[in-house]
């Protein structure tokens, strides 16, 4: 896998070593930061479910003043480590080791908001896309932040305008607050 754009465009980055985790393809980020556009740029970002952290680091790259990366796999966040460290990031992140749950909760007591949240938990555990969106709303998420959710199908929630994106298999579904 490579970055696909911003200042550390065409490096490549290591996977987990494992099967746990499904890195989003290149061309799939790619059509994200299109789709995003300068709202990345000064972006507070929560890379809730970061797998390789190739969306935190593409979202560095091309400006985002802060990423938070949070994986609840040891591998991952080895690699989160690897790939931070072998680009040379020196652009403001935290790295967390944590239940996805008990991230939010902890970001929430913090005062913690951000610009984007992106979502890219195993498919398989749709309670994972309702939970997380449930806890970010409870003031996570600026006024005009957006909700990314990278799933296998189109994602329905009355509180907010979604646009969706189909890559063959995966949907983005990009969340915006009413």
Do not use: C, W
Not at 125 to 143: A, P, T
Request: net charge positive.
């Amino acid at each position: 896998m490579r970055i696909v754009g911003g200042k550390y465009r065409h490096r490549l980055i290591a996977q987990p070593k494992t099967i746990l985790t499904r890195p989003t393809t290149d061309r799939v980020r790619e059509a994200l930061m299109s789709i995003l556009g300068n709202e990345i740029i000064d972006a507070v970002v929560l890379d809730l479910f970061s797998g390789s952290g190739a969306f935190g680091i593409e979202a560095l790259s091309r400006g985002a003043k802060e990423v938070y990366f949070n994986d609840h796999n040891l591998e991952a966040i080895k690699t989160i480590k690897k790939n931070l460290k072998d680009l040379n990031v020196n652009e403001s992140y935290e790295i967390y080791f944590l239940d996805y749950l008990t991230l939010l909760n902890q970001l929430l007591l913090k005062g913690k908001k951000f610009s984007i949240v992106f979502l890219d938990p195993p498919y398989k555990r749709e309670d994972y896309y309702r939970n997380s969106v449930d806890k970010i709303l409870q003031g996570l998420l600026l006024e005009n932040g957006i909700i990314v959710i990278e799933s296998n199908n189109e994602y329905d929630d009355e509180r907010f305008n979604i646009k969706q994106y189909r890559y063959g298999t995966i949907y983005l579904n990009i969340l915006r607050r009413k």
